[in-house]
Nanobody, 122 residues
Framework: VQLQASGGGLVHPGGPLRLSCVAS????????IGWFRQAPGKEREAVSC????????DYADSGEERFTISRDSANNTVYLEIVSLKPEDTAVYYC????????????????WGQGTQVTVSS
């Protein structure tokens, strides 16, 4: 499986951003794609995940509902939309895939995209 993440950049606090992950090469119709992020000096953490069944899992929202994951099957793309960005959202964002139900643990994903840098600063 090949994953290509894009859409990062420099964003002002409070602004929105949409990240894209183009996926190709799946050999099964049952899969999951998760978004993770890693800030400097911190461990990689799960943000959100979507399955081939369209089921979604949210890991980083803490009730704020700032992250929305979706997919466009026609374009083989999974999106992560983030609103009301905060400086603490600054991180490299990665997409990853596995042939199983979504998981919040990075070690359970076998394929990773190259990451896209998101910097939230005024």
């Amino acid at each position: 499986v090949q994953l290509q993440a894009s859409g990062g950049g420099l964003v002002h606090p409070g602004g929105p951003l949409r990240l894209s992950c183009v996926a190709s090469g799946f050999t099964s119709d049952y899969w999951s794609i998760g978004w993770f992020r890693q800030a400097p000096g911190k461990e990689r953490e799960a943000v959100s995940c979507i399955m081939s069944t369209y089921a979604t899992f949210d890991y980083a929202d803490s009730g704020e509902e700032r992250f929305t994951i979706s997919r466009d099957s026609a374009n083989n793309t999974v999106y992560l939309e983030i609103v009301s960005l905060k400086p603490e959202d600054t991180a490299v964002y990665y997409c990853a895939s596995r042939y199983a139900i979504c998981s919040r643990y990075p070690s359970q994903y076998s394929n990773w995209g190259q990451g896209t840098q998101v910097t939230v600063s005024s």
